[in-house]
């Protein structure tokens, strides 16, 4: 017994152990788990840490801010990563004609960088992509790298490093040119506005091989055989059914280097015909606008690279998919100024720098002039109308006077005749009233009368108590309620009374009997039936002895009283009450049966005075 005991407490503590084991072996697992997922969110979080941005071009090319925004918001939003931003303008343009300055440009940045290595390098303008992929790895040994807006040259894949990445979009100027001969569809010649450097003469002649196809619908031409001062001589001259195509001028004829949009801020100054651009970036300064490369859409695929890389993902090359489209955009004040119809934009055009119109600049003015003016217009509509229907109405009264005048008078003849009536009405309503006031105080004062007569006839004038004819209409219209009540009927006489007249005369007399019904009120109530010789009083049949012998020994008068039952003489009861011989007979009165007790109560007189009563 003690053996089986021991073995399941053994087997109850082995699969404690075995939970307990169980469940520390997960809780392990689950913190390696949560461990392993921080440790790998901070090592990508610090993967993504510094972000170095280099600018081909001065921080007065409109194009980077754009693409700077673009770039921080959706790396943000794919990344959920607070990175640290460098950014470096290399003002490439302004330094096209010194070869050494690539060379000392790569020193600073290496010196700069040295103790402090970026994670990522973007570059945002083609024309100093050959400057990353020449000193690229030298500088940033091992960091991946993103070209970005490469469009004015072509790069052989093959000879890309494994850590760099190059955008070059897929900007179609033929769609630009098919922009322009849509807005405006009698245009003859368009001039091509394009600087000498190497990088720009290979654009010019890519774009001679594509405006082949519509040499038959327009002709171009080319000037970046000229210097800036001969161009901007040059440009005044252009009038009629002609337009501008900027592209980019970074250097002249001479080899005189420039910034592209201080070029174009003069030529605008100077241009009578519109001009079209192939940049975003050149939009709000002289450019009308059209089909442009967007500075935004690059600065998203650039940000979407960044974050593959950040994830892991092998650098993406110079393939045929990394490819931003354009899109039309349009500067407002520009097409108000050479009167293009808006409904003459390509479908998803974007409209920018729109000046408002008279309503959206005036908006409440106008609301409020308007309003006030509709007002102003619907008062004098009013006054119109009244003053014509006062015209008619005067018409008529003037047409219709007599008419108006003998309704008038018999008008007032009818006044006068409701008011003689209205009169009378009222004084025969006062008459009637004063008439019913007297019938009312008549028949207040008859039925005071009448109740003073009534009392007269059933009541003793002497005692005040009721006389034959009050006790018997009192006793006639007696009625008992549903349970049977037993009811005696006393007779009372006065002893020696006719001695009392006789000795103290009739005044006395009379005091006498006042002073007896008193007592009788006094002692049976006021609500008992009572006349000069009878009195109905009802009481429990068990307790009528002591009820009388209570109530009349207080009598101070000399009486004889006798009960009397309906049928017959019962026994007489002798109270101790020596005024008094009193007889008493059970009397039971039902509740259908009414009480009429004269010849019963000329009886019991009789039997009174046979008991030695007078």
């Known amino acids: 017994m003690g053996k089986q005991r021991l073995r399941g407490v053994n087997s109850m503590f082995d699969g404690r152990v075995r939970k307990i084991i169980l469940a520390a072996g997960l809780a392990i697992w689950l913190l390696q788990l949560l461990t392993g997922a921080s ?10 840490g510094k972000i170095l941005i280099l600018y081909a071009d001065t921080p007065d090319f409109l194009a980077y801010p754009v693409f700077t925004n673009a770039f921080k918001t959706r790396y943000a939003a794919m990344t959920f990563a607070d990175a640290e931003y460098s950014y470096e303008y290399m003002a490439w343009g302004q330094h096209l004609g010194n070869p050494g300055y690539g060379k000392a440009l790569a020193s600073f940045l290496q010196q700069k960088y040295l103790r402090s290595q970026p994670n990522l390098v973007v570059l945002i303008g083609g024309t100093a992509a050959g400057f990353l992929l020449q000193y690229g790895e030298e500088l940033f040994p091992g960091t991946p ?27 179609d100027i033929t769609r630009s040119i098919e922009s322009i001969l849509q807005l405006q569809p009698s245009t003859k010649k368009i001039y091509v506005i394009i600087g000498d450097s190497e990088a720009e003469r290979r654009v010019a002649a890519q774009y001679g091989n594509q405006f082949n196809q519509f040499r038959n619908l327009v002709e171009f031409e080319f000037l970046n055989k000229m210097t800036l001062t001969q161009l901007l001589e040059y440009v005044p001259t252009i009038t009629g059914d002609s337009v ?48 442009v490369n967007s500075s935004r859409l690059i600065g998203v695929k650039a940000a ?6 950040l994830y892991g993902k092998s650098p993406m090359q110079n393939e045929s998919g990394l490819k931003v489209t354009g899109e039309y955009l349009f500067d407002g004040r520009e097409l108000k100024r050479w ?53 008619k109405a005067e018409n008529d009264l003037l047409c219709n006077r007599d008419e108006i005048e003998a ?11 409701l008011k003689y009536s209205v009169d009378a009405k009222q004084t025969a309503y006062e008459e009637k009233r004063l008439a019913l006031q007297e019938i009312s105080v008549l028949y207040t004062q008859l039925k005071s009368s ?20 009050g006790f018997a209409e009192q006793v006639e219209t007696l009625k008992l309620g549903e349970k049977a009540l037993a009811g005696v009927l006393i007779l009372i006489d006065i002893d020696d009374f006719k001695l009392i007249n006789d000795v103290y005369g009739h005044f006395i007399g009379d005091e006498y009997l006042r002073s007896f019904a008193e007592q009788l009120e006094t002692n049976f109530g006021k609500k ?12 429990q049949p068990n307790k009528l002895k002591e009820h009388l012998e209570r109530q009349l020994s207080t009598l101070s008068v000399s009486a004889t009283l006798r009960l009397r039952k309906f049928g017959g003489l019962d026994r007489i009861y002798r109270l101790p009450c020596q005024p008094c011989l009193l007889g008493l007979r059970d009397v039971l009165l039902a509740n259908t049966y009414r009480f009429l007790p004269w010849s019963w109560a000329e009886s019991i007189a009789v039997e009174v005075k046979l008991d030695g009563g007078t």
Do not use: C
């Open 39 to 48: 440790l790998s969110y901070a090592a990508s979080e610090a993967t993504a």
């Open 145 to 171: 790298k993103i070209i970005a807006g490469a469009t004015l040259a072509s790069y052989d894949a093959s000879g890309l490093a494994k850590n760099v990445s190059v955008i070059q979009t897929s900007f």
């Open 244 to 291: 501008f195509l900027f592209q980019t001028y970074f250097q002249d004829s001479a080899g005189n280097t420039f910034y592209p949009v201080n070029v174009l801020r003069r030529i605008h100054q100077e241009a009578k015909v519109p001009i079209y651009s192939v940049q975003d970036a050149f939009l709000g300064t002289g450019a009308l606008g059209g089909y």
């Open 304 to 309: 979407e690279i960044g974050a593959d890389i």
């Open 339 to 391: 009167k293009i119809d808006e409904s003459r934009l390509p479908p998803e055009s974007r409209i920018e720098y729109r000046e408002p119109n008279i309503w959206e600049t005036y908006k409440w003015e106008l609301a409020g002039v308007l309003s006030l003016v509709a007002f102003q217009g619907a008062l004098i509509f009013g006054l119109l109308v009244a003053r014509k229907k006062r015209k």
């Open 407 to 417: 309704m008038y008078e018999e008008t007032a003849a009818l006044n006068e005749e």
């Open 450 to 469: 009448d109740q003073i007569l009534q009392n007269q006839l059933t009541h003793d004038d002497l005692t005040g108590m009721l006389n034959r004819r």
């Open 528 to 539: 008992a039936v009572n006349d000069d010789l009878y009195n109905v009083r009802f009481f």
